[in-house]
C-alpha cells in the first residue's frame, strides 16, 4: 500500500493528486489544505473522477492523517502572478508558509520523502530541509524537469521534429540562472550543436514560458502537475532514471548547504546519487551565478 499527501490543494495541488490517482500511483491519497472544505471539496470530487477507473481512496484530513506516506508534496503558498518579473518576489510571502508547513511535516511518522513545488523553489526546498532535519535525499524540489519539458518543446519546434525525439535537460537556479544544457542536447539519438544565435533565442523562450501562460491563464498548473508526478512516480516504483531536481548540495559540483537544480539518480529512497555533469563553460558560468544567488539569499535567511 503506498500513500501520498498533498498539502495546499488550490489548482496545482489538486492536479497532482489528480494525476497521482489517475496513474494509480498510490492507494490513498490525503488532501491537506488550510482551507478544510477546499480539501473536502476536491477529494470527493477527485474520488468520484476515479470511480470508473481505480480504486484510489481520496480524503481530506489534518496532518496526523499524514502519518505513514511515502510522498509528501508541498504546493502551499502564494502563486506567482503576472506582475511579479522573478519567483524571488514570492520569498517573503511565502517563508513562513513554507515554515510553518515544515514544522508541521516535520512530525509525521514514518520516512515520506518530500516534494517541495512553492516558488522561490530551490530556496523553499532548502528551508523545508533546514526545518525538518530530514536527509538531504528525501527532500526534493520539483522545478528542473519543468524547465526540461519547456527546454524540449523549443527545441522540438525549432527543428520541425517530434518532442518525444529530443532529449535535453536544464539545471541550476528555477529563474534567470537557469542553465539549458545545450552540450548534451541529442535528437533521435544524436548530439546536436547550436549556434550562439540559437542558444540565445531558445534560452529566452523557455525563460519567458511561465510568464507568458501566467498572463494568459493566471497560472501554470498542468505541466509543473505532471513533471512532478514524472518524479513520484520514478520514486515509487524504484527503477532508479535520471531527473533533473533541486536537492541540497554536500561537496557536489564543489558545493555545499544550498539546493539546486542537478541531475541525480532518484530511486525509493528519494536522491539515491547526484551526477556530476561536465559543462562548457558559459553553461559552467551561469550554473556557478545562479548557485552564488542562492547562497546570498540563503545567508539572510533566520531559522531562530
Not at 76 to 86: E, F, L, N, Q
Not at 139 to 165: E, P, Q, T, Y
Not at 228 to 252: F, H, W, Y
Request: charged share 25%; proline share 3%; hydrophobic share 40%.
Amino acid at each position: 500500500m503506498k500513500k501520498a499527501t498533498v498539502i495546499g490543494v488550490g489548482s496545482l495541488g489538486s492536479c497532482i493528486a489528480y494525476e497521482l490517482a489517475a496513474r494509480e500511483i498510490v492507494d490513498q491519497i490525503i488532501l491537506i489544505d488550510v482551507y478544510r472544505e477546499l480539501a473536502e471539496g476536491n477529494a470527493e470530487d477527485i474520488a468520484q473522477a476515479m470511480a470508473f477507473r481505480s480504486n484510489v481512496d481520496v480524503t481530506a484530513g489534518e496532518y496526523e492523517d499524514a502519518d505513514g506516506s511515502d510522498i509528501v508534496i508541498v504546493t502551499a503558498g502564494k502563486p506567482r502572478t503576472p506582475d511579479m518579473k522573478s519567483r524571488i518576489d514570492l520569498l517573503k510571502a511565502n517563508i513562513q508558509i513554507v515554515k510553518s508547513v515544515a514544522s508541521n511535516v516535520k512530525e509525521i511518522r514514518g520516512s515520506p520523502i518530500v516534494v517541495t513545488l512553492t516558488n522561490p523553489v530551490d530556496i523553499m526546498n532548502f528551508v523545508m530541509w533546514k526545518v525538518t532535519g530530514f536527509e538531504r535525499g528525501r527532500v526534493i524540489g520539483s522545478a528542473g524537469m519543468l524547465d526540461s519539458a519547456r527546454f524540449r518543446r523549443a527545441i522540438s519546434r525549432r527543428l520541425n521534429v517530434s518532442v518525444l525525439d529530443v532529449e535535453a535537460y536544464v539545471i541550476g537556479e528555477h529563474g534567470k540562472n537557469q542553465v539549458p544544457v545545450f552540450s548534451r542536447v541529442k535528437v533521435k539519438g544524436d548530439k546536436r550543436s547550436f549556434s550562439i544565435g540559437e542558444r540565445d533565442e531558445i534560452t529566452e523562450e523557455i525563460r519567458q514560458s511561465a510568464l507568458s501562460i501566467i498572463s494568459k491563464k493566471g497560472g501554470t498548473v498542468y505541466a509543473p502537475a505532471s513533471n512532478t508526478v514524472n518524479i513520484i512516480q520514478m520514486i515509487i516504483e524504484d527503477k532508479p532514471r535520471l531527473a533533473v531536481v533541486s536537492t541540497v548540495l554536500d561537496g557536489e559540483y564543489g558545493l555545499k548547504g544550498i539546493s539546486i537544480g542537478v541531475p541525480v539518480e532518484l530511486g525509493s529512497g528519494g536522491v539515491e546519487r547526484v551526477i556530476e555533469w561536465d559543462l562548457e563553460e558559459d553553461e559552467e558560468s551561469i550554473f556557478y551565478r545562479g548557485a552564488e544567488n542562492i547562497k546570498k539569499i540563503i545567508k539572510e535567511l533566520s531559522f531562530s
